[in-house]
Every structure is written in structure tokens, then in C-alpha cells.
């Protein structure tokens, strides 16, 4: 039951839609069927007169509604703050409801206390994502749109912005239509051939079937190998910086980041737990991380630090091994980099080191010899890696995207191995994998999944 009514909950909500903290503005989000029965009641009567025009703003003082019950002791009519009112008839808001949205003075208090004014006169507080998931329902954004959002607010890089701003726009729902469309036809025709006699009904060709599944098959593992750069985009490209200790691994961190991060001592062993920060490299996010370095003698404390830098190691996505150009060649040893990782051969202190071991990049921390061509094959790597692929397609698929779409592939493949099934099989397998593709972008959802994918929104979003 509960499940239900949170489907048909259409009240109207409201909430600070901005960041807290100091700026010069703050917005306050109304979104109902009494959106502008709501303003109306905490604006002067003129403000909001019959009919609204929509997307028209207007300067107006808020104040503190008849029969609200008592804020802090404000009386009805205590004026609050004055605001920009912008209303929003429905269907043409982001949520496709009527909304009214108040530009409010910025620092914390003047939008709170619209907020608040909003509730006396009739509107419940939103809950996280609540906008976001009304959107959604009113078809006004798809799941992966919806995701997009979030991703757009966290995007902390010009790049994964640029992706997450493409996706926001439809270009993995275009993706997947591309895909659905002809499994549609095909599915259709299935249903036609059963429905009529063999000699009146259009029965596909068993060797076209093949290809139309086959041809989805491919699309979808296509999108598959762009999920680990859906990940670079979102959360950076994890570089772990691993070798003996002493070999230099924290000055070449803090060489990298041009700033003192790691400690940096001449007795080994000083960087114990794992020192982590990020670096953006023409628009793109590393998240550097600086180990203990894999040793076998070490104990205690360091021992710790071991067991965390192959922890780090697991989720590496290049790993930097580190070792040093005083080194003679044959004596570099590198550690053995995680599965599916790439490993860069970095040497270190080249100042001390005229010679080329070949053995790896040449770095110094000294002299900032190597430093740029270490950055350079940064980017070239990560852009390898898929990264410049899924930006130039505007995708940025998260885990939920991957469990689907392994899904879908799964039953792609049941398909492909079924031969010999009748026309009955393949229809029903083929609308079950229409339907997980149908999930990622919302065409099929359960409450459940809206819960997970929006609870995770800030309130305001
Ligand atoms: P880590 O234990 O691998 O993190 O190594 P550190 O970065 O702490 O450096 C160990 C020692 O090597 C310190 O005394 C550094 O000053 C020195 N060192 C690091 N990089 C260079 C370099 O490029 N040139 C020179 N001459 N010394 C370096």
C-alpha cells in the first residue's frame, strides 16, 4: 500500500533547491497542484493575478502567511524577504507540474524562511530527489537523464561535466532506442507469424532473426566496454603509485601535483597508509594515490601499510611503478600490476642517473625532468581506456546501467543458442530482454529502483 501511495502522492512540495552557505542567491522550489494557490497565499495580492503568465518573473516581498502556525513567533504578514517569483505552468517545468520557483536573497535564512512560509500556507517538505522522480514520472526525464543530473551536480571536471550534460540531453536513450527498435519489429512480426496462418503471415527468415539479435548483441557489448570510462568520468582514473620504498614515490606525487601532499623523508618507510589526492589533466580527473610500496620484510605498522597498497592496487586503473634510475636495469624489479590495470614503468631521481636504462619513463623530482611526458602518457592512457570514446558519444554509463545490460546480453545470448525454439520461445525471450532494456531508461521501472536511484538526489533536486 505504501508502495502505491508513494506513486500517487501529488501533493505539493517544496524545498531550498541551492546549496547551503554563503552566495549571492537562494532558491526555493514549489511543485503541485497548488503550487500557485501556495505563492499566491505568501505574495501580495497582485503578484501572481489570474491568469498566470507563464515564465514571467516578477519582483514581490514574501511574507509570512494568515493562519500559518506560529515560526518562531512571526505573525501572519511579517515580511520575509524579497524575492524573484518565477512561476511555471505545467507541463513546461522540470517537474511538469505547475512551479513556482522563489529567488531569495542569498545566506541560509531568507530561503529557509520562504521554505518554511510555503509549508504554513499548505505545502509538505520534499523529500531527496522528489522533483527529480515527479520529473520521471511526468515524462519529462528518463531514468539515465535522471542519473545524468546527478552526475552533472558531482561533475567536479570540464570533461565529465561535458558527459554527464550530453547524457542529460538524451544520448543514451537515443542509444538504446537505436537498439530496442529493430528487437521491437522483430518481436512484432514473431507475434504476427503466430497469430496467423504459415502461408498469410510475413515469418522472418531464421537467418535474419540471427541478425537482428546479433547486431543487438554487438551494440550492447559495445556499451559494456564504455563502463569502466563511465566510472573514470564520474569518480577519476585511479593511478596507484607502487614500488620498494625510498625509490621516490611521494616526490614524484607531489612533483605531479605541484604541491607538497606526501610526505617525503630519506628514511624508508615513511608513507604508510595511503596518501590520496586528485589532478585534473586537460579537463580530465586522476585520483593519485601514494603507497607504502610492496616489500615483503616489512612488519607492524608498515605491514599495515602493505596490506592497504594491495587494496589500493585491486582498484587501480594505471598503476605507476615506481623504481629508481640508480638502478641498474636488470635490478628493476616492477610489481605486478592488478588484472585489467595498465602499468606505466616510471623511473625516478634521473638527476642522479645520467644513463637511459630503457627500462621506463625517466623522471626526476629535482629538476622536473620527464614530469610532462608523464602527464601526456596520463591522458593518452586514460583516453585509450574508452574515455575519449564515451565522451564523444555523451555517455556516462554508472553499475546499474552494467547489471542491465549484462542482463539483456544474457538473454541476447539464450536467444542466439535457441535455434531451433519455436517462434512462442523466442517472442517471450525477446520481450524479457526488451523489458531489461526498457529499465535503464525508465520505459519499465519499479518503485523500488526509483527509491535507490532518487534517495540518493540531494532534497532541492
Ligand atoms: P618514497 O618512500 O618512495 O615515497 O620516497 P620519497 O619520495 O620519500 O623519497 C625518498 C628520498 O629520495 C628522499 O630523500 C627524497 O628527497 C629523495 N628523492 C626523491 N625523488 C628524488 C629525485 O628526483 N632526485 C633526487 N636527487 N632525490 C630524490
Keep these: 500500500l505504501e508502495v502505491t501511495l508513494a506513486i500517487l502522492d501529488s501533493g505539493t512540495i517544496v524545498a531550498v533547491a541551492t546549496a547551503e552557505g554563503r552566495g549571492g542567491l537562494a532558491v526555493v522550489r514549489l511543485s503541485g497542484p497548488e503550487a500557485l494557490a501556495i505563492a499566491g497565499r505568501i505574495l501580495p495580492d497582485t503578484t501572481l493575478a489570474e491568469p498566470v503568465t507563464s515564465h514571467l518573473a516578477r519582483l514581490a516581498t514574501v511574507h509570512w502567511p494568515d493562519g500559518g502556525p506560529d515560526h518562531h513567533g512571526l505573525d501572519a504578514g511579517t515580511n520575509l524577504d524579497q524575492v524573484l517569483v518565477l ?35 499548505g505545502a509538505r517538505a520534499a523529500g531527496p530527489g522528489e522533483f527529480s522522480r515527479r520529473a520521471f514520472l511526468n515524462g519529462r526525464l528518463t531514468l539515465d537523464q535522471a542519473e545524468a543530473v546527478a552526475d552533472l551536480i558531482d561533475a567536479e571536471h570540464s570533461v565529465g561535466a561535458r558527459a554527464a550534460l550530453s547524457q542529460l540531453r538524451g544520448s543514451l536513450d537515443r542509444e538504446l532506442t537505436s537498439i530496442e527498435n529493430p528487437l521491437r519489429t522483430l518481436l512484432a512480426r514473431l507475434e504476427g507469424a503466430m497469430e496467423f496462418s504459415e502461408d498469410e503471415a510475413d515469418v522472418p527468415a531464421p537467418e535474419s532473426v540471427h541478425a537482428v539479435l546479433g547486431e543487438a548483441r554487438d551494440r550492447i557489448t559495445g556499451l559494456l566496454d564504455l563502463v569502466p570510462a563511465g566510472r573514470h568520468l564520474r569518480d577519476g582514473v585511479q593511478v596507484v603509485l607502487v614500488g620498494p620504498p625510498n625509490v621516490g614515490k611521494s616526490s614524484l606525487m607531489n612533483a605531479l601535483l605541484d604541491r607538497p601532499r606526501a610526505i617525503v623523508d630519506s628514511e624508508p618507510g615513511t608513507t604508510r597508509d595511503v596518501v ?16 607504502a610500496g610492496v616489500h615483503e620484510a616489512a612488519t607492524g605498522v608498515e605491514a599495515q601499510g602493505v596490506v592497504r597498497t594491495r587494496d589500493a592496487l585491486t582498484r587501480a586503473d594505471i598503476v605507476l611503478a615506481v623504481a629508481t634510475s640508480t638502478d641498474a636495469a636488470d635490478d628493476v624489479a616492477f610489481p605486478e600490476a592488478a588484472e585489467g590495470s595498465i602499468m606505466i614503468p616510471v623511473l625516478t631521481k ?58 539483456c546480453r544474457d538473454s541476447l545470448d539464450e536467444l542466439l543458442s535457441a535455434e531451433d525454439a519455436g517462434d512462442e520461445v523466442v517472442a517471450s525471450l525477446l520481450a524479457v530482454t526488451l523489458q531489461e532494456l526498457g529499465a535503464i531508461s525508465g520505459r519499465v521501472f519499479t518503485e523500488k529502483l526509483l527509491d535507490e536511484l532518487f534517495g540518493r538526489f540531494c532534497v532541492g533536486k
Design 87 to 121: 512561476p511555471m505552468l505545467a507541463p513546461n517545468s522540470f517537474t511538469g507540474e505547475d512551479t513556482v520557483e522563489f529567488s531569495c536573497h542569498g545566506g541560509a535564512l531568507p530561503a529557509r524562511q520562504v521554505a518554511a512560509a510555503c509549508r504554513a500556507a
Design 276 to 291: 590520496t589526492d586528485r589532478l585534473e589533466l586537460d579537463g580530465l580527473l586522476f585520483v593519485l594515490h601514494d603507497t
Design 350 to 407: 634521473g638527476d642522479l642517473f645520467a644513463g637511459d636504462t630503457g627500462a621506463g619513463l625517466v623522471t626526476s623530482a629535482v629538476t622536473g625532468q620527464g614530469l610532462d611526458e608523464l602527464k601526456r602518457v596520463l591522458v593518452e592512457v586514460a583516453l585509450a581506456g574508452g574515455l575519449a570514446e564515451a565522451t564523444a558519444r555523451g555517455l556516462v554509463l554508472n553499475d546499474r546501467h552494467q547489471d542491465r545490460l549484462l542482463a
